[in-house]
């Protein structure tokens, strides 16, 4: 994963632009000065005092990074009253840091007066609230689609295998990123609303009860050992899996949670 998480940056524009002022020192720092005072503003309109503006200048042209840097639990529990809980306060938050990052290249390329044909590179990078907002969005999805399945067939048992092959990978990420993090608040916090997403799997496939039951599906499957080996295989990895991650995040939940004065 990439290494613009691992200061809790909240949102980042990057800019490439071929343009001479690079080595014009004096035009440079009036730049950085004009931009931080523009972003700072919107920044703390956006997450609140406690943030901070920062810009990096590359040579070859014009590369720049302008980064939004802040504590994501703090932002995240202030805003969770408003937005009505962790998921729809990242979800904001994550629209709010691309529009930022959005802004960033425009005002640049506007108090550099670069042309279109002088921008080889312009990108809008996901912060921390971007990322995470993609990890709550995918576990959304594989939650919804195990919750459809009915007795599976041979092909729906393979589809299910990748689902839960998905849920191993997807934890891998969501693991990667909060150990990046830099703060304890924000790891604890972030994992907190992880481990509250990973509570709402159900605690069994739907075709578990089915199987039990004398349906024409149910003998069907039941007729098959290898198929209903495999199924029974399945539905405990899957088990297993959502089991493991629950205890994972909430593990680092108490590890780094602020203990109370």
Known sequence: MANYIDKEILSEAYSHFEIDIFNDKEALAKLEKDLTSYFLERAEYVFGK???????????????????????????????????GFTQTVGQLAKESTVLAQNANFELAFRTKAA???????????????????????????????????????????????????????????????????????????????????????????????????????????????????????VLRMKEIVKFMRRHYKDIVEQYAPVPA
Do not use: Q
């Open 116 to 234: 279109y044909c002088e921008k080889i590179s312009v990108e809008k990078r996901r912060g921390v609230f971007g990322k995470t907002n993609d990890l709550l969005a995918e576990l959304d999805f594989i939650r919804n689609s195990i919750s459809r399945y009915g007795i599976p067939t041979p092909a729906v048992l393979e589809d299910f295998h990748s689902l839960v092959n998905r849920l191993y990978s997807w934890h891998n990420k969501a693991a990667n990123m909060i150990t990046k993090l830099e703060s304890e608040e924000s790891k604890a916090c972030i994992s907190a609303g992880l481990l509250e997403e990973l509570e709402k799997f159900p605690a069994s496939v739907p075709w578990e009860d089915e199987l039990k039951t004398e349906s024409f599906r149910a003998l069907i499957l039941r007729s098959d050992p290898d198929l209903a080996g495999s199924v029974a295989t399945e």
């Open 50 to 84: 406690g943030v901070r503006v920062e810009i990096e200048f590359e040579e070859g042209s014009l590369r720049t990074k302008i980064k939004i840097v802040g504590s994501a639990a703090l932002i995240i529990y202030g805003l969770m009253a408003d937005f009505g």
